[in-house]
């Protein structure tokens, strides 16, 4: 693929592949073969830069996970372990008769990123950020700028705008669900100004009148934690001002105590109710023969 | 006949024959699909007399296959005379002669007279067994196929098992109507101990009375049985019974106690349930006696026959009453149903009675404690409103139908000593009355308990009752003893030596009066003030000609409210005087400035210049406390109603000043009822009722009415937005007196008319934005009444179309205020198809708006919508109203 005009960083991407070909070839030699399609030796070099590059990879998590930014020989030796490689035939191997040394491939410059371009000053560090991590972004990445309008906050409005919306939902979806369904009429004459949904009956007709509507049992959960809410707070917070000095950790504790004991004993009570209907019911008692 | 003596107190038994040990039901088989039941019955009867042979027990419907006694085949014939009441009778089809025949066939299988629709003749080879008056043993094997009543199954059609689909069965029916389902002496008075057995689909649970022994699983694994045993001897007419998926609740409070509701129900079983360990303590504490069985079971079911059946330890309720922590309306209605029931248990079930003729002293008992439990749960208020109201009933039910007799007595059953010759039904039975005579016959019995407690006070009463009590649970606890067991029965004799014994006090002419004979009292009053002798000239008048009524003589408590306060006076009512000559204590406008003293002690600051200023009467009250059975018409000066309304703490006084000041329309009025509605501290029964009786004067002001129309104001006041006062608040229903007002005042309001005699295009336009800006988003509670009752109104601001010769109605010459309401109805009913609303209020709600349209002539009086919300499937309550409006065709 030279036919393509090359950025620096790629020559040096595929110098580093020339290198681990290079590699594989030797190796393959060394194992004894005089020849390789160019596939197998592709196949081949790509799995070995994957080992390498996972051993990178996971070597760093190692490192940062010790707090480091440097991985050490350490970090390294767990990564191998942890791959399944026996590191304590490394050393024999590194010395084997028969290895082939390669030439050091021809020292490339590091690519240079062309710097973005920079829109306003960074951020410095706050004092808890230790130095070496990296710098702010520039401001513009993050600063932003609001356009839109105030919203509208006028009561009146506001619930003008809720009913009518409100009844615009509804009239839609009743006169959708009255087109598509059978209806009834009050007038003989016209079926489609006052459209009436045709009535019909339940099998169970009392689940639908008693059971409160999804709707409504969200609403009530709704309104119930908002209240329980407020019940906490109101609760809590004269305990907090007699606990100032023992400290949230102690109070923390005595509540978590209380609710322990509260649970079980309220356990126990629910083993001790004797209801005949609660009784598990009996194996029929074996008939025998006289 | 046995040992009895003279005067034995003992209840004396029609039969020749009584139960010693107990009653075996069992019934193994019940097939949903077919609607039928299988089982058998086992009677343990002790003779009496030599010579029984024939025995006869009540059987309805059954089918009986077979009887042995002593496991010796016995001959039996059945034969019941109410299926066919008037023989082919082609000649005389008039009501007289089928209620005649109907009371002689009721009464040949009445079980009080030792009668019954099967009879069993005794082996012969049992007759030397039984003159020595040893037990017999009545095996009946039976089975009963698609019930017409006492049983009721409710079976859903739609896919999966039976207790998928959520079938059920129950016992149900009016008195003693146990011989629906099982052969039996079906009296109140026959009373004897239980096992009861019923073999069901393993996912299915059976409730019956007693205490549960256990539950065996049959061989094949797929059905188990329940044992019950009922240890209290019970009358076979207060057994019951209740198949079903029940999903069981055990009271969080009361482990003795168990809940059962239909599947997916049980969240609000709990809530529903939740409350009545309270009525539970009450009634412990006021009786002095703790609930008379070991075990108490309620269960809810669908299709019931009445919304609340006692039985002998367990209640059956309607599922309709269930509600959940949302709904406000449907809670004190529940909450009364579960505490009738529960004093039932006491007086009905545990306590039974000796004849029809003494049902009056249980249904009195226990309609009189279950009013002390609303004076304690609900309050004086309440409970003075509720007392009102049932003597108002009572009254106007004897005035239009000539009487209700609470102890009838009957003389040898000729029809010429029916001592109710003014009905067309016999009252000789229970199965032969009216049901609407039977529910004022209650309401008066705990009327007259009321009227028995004010003679004898609390105390005296609850010691008589406590004393029943203890006797039956005495009596109760005598195994093998069956004599005893006449202390658990209830009798008008016993219960009036027992109040005499216990308070020494005569109340035979109380109960010559109330209970003996049947009518009400109508009194006519009004009066002058004599300035001269300072003497207020009372005049009391009586109609006792009148079907319906009696004379009343003996005391009468009037109260007269004066400027120096109020005073109590006992006038003696006598046969020839009319006119009652009461001092007054004040002279007229002495004190100007001093505080008015009020009965209860309050001093109040009033504006007298209304007053007639040569009379220090304010107002007069006759009668107050309702210690008589009447109706009181009485006549005074509409500023003496305005001062009652204003100043009277009574509730029942605030009600009838403002039934009054109808006949009223002045500006003075209008001022009352509005401070009246304003007035927080005021009952908010008292307000509701000031909502309809303003918008009825202001409808007879409307030439001189100034301002905005009546109430209006008021409203936006107390529920509108401060900033934008068009606009309601978002509801907020956690002050329910004020809830109640804010339902009431739109439907009251829309009631106004203008000259042209209209609902007044201001008012709604009113009552469409109340719809419109209806937000309950952030409130605790349903709006689903709310909401109706604004459906209501609607409906209520309907005037009738102006018709041009017939023309057929149709949507171009649709009256523009209609097309409104129209759109409205049409938006509610469909959401209701989407999201249905508690009970359906506001299908109802629409359903009854539509007919008023269709009645005034905006919409052709079409019965069709109506006749498909009456089908079946529909919920009982839309049901109910599309058939009132099918009715309302034929008005």
């Not at chain 1, 590194?94 to 040394?101: F, L, T, W």
């Not at chain 2, 019940?30 to 003779?47: C, H």
Request: glycine share 4%.
């Amino acid at each position: 693929g030279s036919k393509h005009t090359t950025t620096p960083a790629d020559n040096y991407y595929l110098a580093r592949r020339r290198t681990l070909q290079v590699v594989v070839s030797s190796l393959l030699t060394e194992a004894g073969f005089e020849s390789a399609e160019k596939a197998a030796v592709e196949t081949l070099t790509e799995m070995l830069q994957s080992y390498i590059s996972e051993i990178g990879r996971s070597a760093k998590s190692y490192c940062e996970h010790t707090a480091r930014t440097q991985p050490t020989l350490s970090d390294i030796v767990v990564t191998l372990v942890e791959m399944g490689f026996n590191v304590e035939t490394l050393p024999a191997y590194a010395k084997r008769s028969q290895r082939m040394v390669i030439t050091a491939p021809p020292v490339t410059n590091q690519p240079v990123t062309p710097k973005a371009l920079t829109a306003g000053q960074n951020k410095p560090h706050p004092p808890h950020i230790p130095g070496h991590f990296p710098e702010f972004p520039d401001p513009h990445t993050y600063i932003k700028t609001p356009t839109y309008r105030e919203p509208v906050s006028d009561y009146q409005v506001l619930r003008e705008k809720a009913a009518s919306q409100r009844r615009d939902v509804e009239r839609a979806l009743t006169r959708f669900m009255a087109k598509t369904g059978e209806t009834q009429s009050l007038f003989k004459d016209d079926v489609s100004t006052f459209p009436l949904i045709a009535a019909r009956p339940f099998t169970v007709p009392y689940l639908t009148a008693l059971l409160p509507s999804e709707l409504e049992m969200q609403q009530m959960e709704e309104t119930d934690s908002s209240e329980q809410d407020d019940q906490t707070d109101t609760e809590n917070l004269p305990l907090h001002m007699s606990t100032d000095d023992s400290g949230p950790e102690k109070e923390n504790a005595s509540v978590l105590q209380q609710n322990t004991s509260l649970s079980g004993s309220r356990n126990g009570e629910e083993n001790m109710i004797d209801n005949p209907y609660l009784r598990p019911v009996k194996k029929p008692k074996i008939r025998r023969k006289k | 006949r046995m040992n009895r003596k003279k005067g034995d107190k003992g209840f004396e038994s029609p039969r020749p024959y009584k139960f010693t040990t107990h009653q075996v039901v069992c019934i193994n088989n019940i097939n949903f699909q077919r609607k039928s039941v299988v089982g058998y019955v086992e009677l343990t009867i002790f003779p009496t007399v030599a010579n029984l042979n024939r025995i006869k027990l009540n059987s309805k419907q059954c089918r009986i296959y077979r009887v042995r006694v002593n496991d010796l085949e016995a001959a039996f014939i059945y034969n019941d005379p109410t299926l066919e009441v008037c023989h082919h009778e082609s000649k005389q089809r008039n009501l007289n002669y089928f209620s005649n025949a109907y009371a002689a066939a009721v009464s040949a299988v009445d079980p009080d007279a030792g009668n019954g629709e099967l009879c069993i003749k005794v082996p012969s080879e049992l007759w030397k067994h039984v003159d020595e008056l040893k037990v017999l043993k009545v095996h009946i094997n039976f089975s009963l196929d698609q019930p017409k009543g006492g049983l009721h199954f409710v079976v859903p059609s739609m896919e999966g098992s039976m207790a998928e689909r959520g079938a059920h069965v129950f016992s149900c029916g009016y008195q003693n109507s146990t011989r629906f389902w099982f052969p039996c002496v079906d009296s109140y008075s026959e009373l004897c101990t239980w096992k009861l057995e019923y073999t069901v689909d393993a996912a299915m649970v059976a409730v019956s009375n007693g205490d549960l022994v256990e539950t065996v699983y049959t061989h094949d694994m797929r059905k188990k049985t329940f044992h019950y045993m009922l240890t209290i001897p019970t009358a076979a007419s207060n057994i019951s019974l209740a198949i079903g998926p029940f999903e069981i609740l055990v009271d969080p409070y009361m482990h003795e106690v168990t809940h059962f509701c239909l599947p997916q129900l049980l969240p609000l079983l709990k809530h529903t349930t939740s409350y009545l360990h309270e009525v539970f303590e009450f009634y412990e504490e006021i009786l002095t006696c703790r609930y008379p069985y070991s075990c108490f079971k309620t269960v809810f079911i669908d299709e019931a026959y009445v919304e609340v059946a006692a039985y002998a330890s367990m209640s059956i309720f309607s599922t309709n009453l269930l509600h959940s922590a949302m709904i406000i309306d449907e809670t004190p209605l529940t909450r009364r149903c579960l505490a009738q029931a529960l004093a039932q248990q006491f007086f009905g079930c545990f306590i039974s009675r000796m004849s029809w003729s003494d049902e009056w002293v249980l249904k009195g008992i226990s309609g009189y404690i279950y009013g002390l439990w609303m004076k304690k749960t609900f309050g004086v208020n309440e409970y003075r409103h509720w007392i009102k109201q049932e003597l108002d009933q009572i009254v106007a039910y004897e005035l239009k139908t000539g009487g209700v007799l609470l102890h009838p007595i009957f003389g040898g059953g000729k029809e010429k000593d029916n001592p109710a010759s003014h009905l067309h039904f016999s009252i000789k039975h229970p199965h032969t009355l009216s049901w609407e005579y039977y529910t004022m016959f209650q309401c008066k019995a705990h009327l007259v308990m009321r009227l028995i407690e004010n003679r004898i006070s609390m105390e005296f009463m609850l010691q008589v009752f406590n004393k029943l009590l203890s006797l039956a649970s005495t009596a109760s606890s005598q195994k093998f003893q069956s004599h005893m067991w006449s202390q658990m029965l209830v009798s008008t004799s016993g219960f009036l030596k027992s109040i005499s014994n216990v308070s020494g006090k005569d109340i035979q002419p109380l109960i010559k009066q109330w209970v003996d004979q049947s009518g009400v009292v109508k009194f006519y009053g009004s009066f002058a003030f004599n300035r001269k002798r300072n003497v207020l000239e009372l005049e009391i008048k009586q109609d006792y000609t009148s079907p319906g009524t009696q004379k009343y003589v003996g005391p009468l408590k009037v109260t007269v409210q004066e400027l120096d306060g109020s005073f109590n006076h006992t006038l003696q009512i006598e046969e020839n005087s009319l006119k009652h000559d009461i001092p007054c204590h004040s002279k007229s406008r002495r004190n100007k400035k001093k505080k008015i003293p009020l009965m209860n002690g309050e001093e109040v600051d009033m504006d007298l210049s209304a007053m007639d200023a040569d009379s220090p009467l304010l107002w007069i009250r006759i009668d107050p406390d309702m210690s008589v059975l009447r109706k009181v018409e009485f006549e005074q000066s509409d500023f003496m109603w305005q001062y009652q309304l204003r100043y009277e703490r009574d509730v029942v006084a605030q009600e009838e000043a403002i039934l009054a000041l109808e006949k009223f329309p002045t500006p003075a009025s209008r001022l009352a009822l509005t401070d009246i509605l304003e007035q927080e501290q005021c009952f908010y029964r008292v307000r509701m009722l000031a909502c309809f009786c303003l918008a009825k004067i202001a409808n007879s002001m409307v030439s001189t009415w100034t301002g905005p129309p009546a109430m209006k104001s008021l409203f936006t006041r107390m529920f509108c937005c401060k900033t934008c006062p068009n606009i309601v608040k978002t509801n907020n229903f956690m002050n329910f007196q004020s809830y109640f007002l804010q339902k009431t005042m739109p439907v009251a309001m829309a009631l106004l008319r203008d000259v042209h005699n209209l609902c007044p295009k201001e008012v709604l336009m009113f009552i469409l934005d109340l719809i419109k800006y209806n937000d309950n988003r952030k409130n605790k509670f349903s709006d689903n009444y709310y909401r109706a009752e604004l459906i209501d109104a609607l409906a209520n601001s309907v005037t009738p179309a102006v018709s041009v010769n017939n023309e057929v109605r149709t949507l171009d010459n649709l009256n523009p205020d209609v097309r409104l309401i129209l759109e409205e109805i049409t938006r509610f009913l469909n959401m209701e198809k989407l999201l249905p609303s508690y009970r359906h209020t506001i299908t109802v709600s629409c359903l009854k708006a539509i007919r008023v349209l269709q009645k005034n002539g905006h919409v052709p009086s079409d019965p069709s919508l109506f006749k498909s919300y009456a089908e079946y499937g529909h919920f009982v309550d839309v049901r109910i109203a599309a058939l009132e409006a099918v009715v309302d065709y034929t008005k």
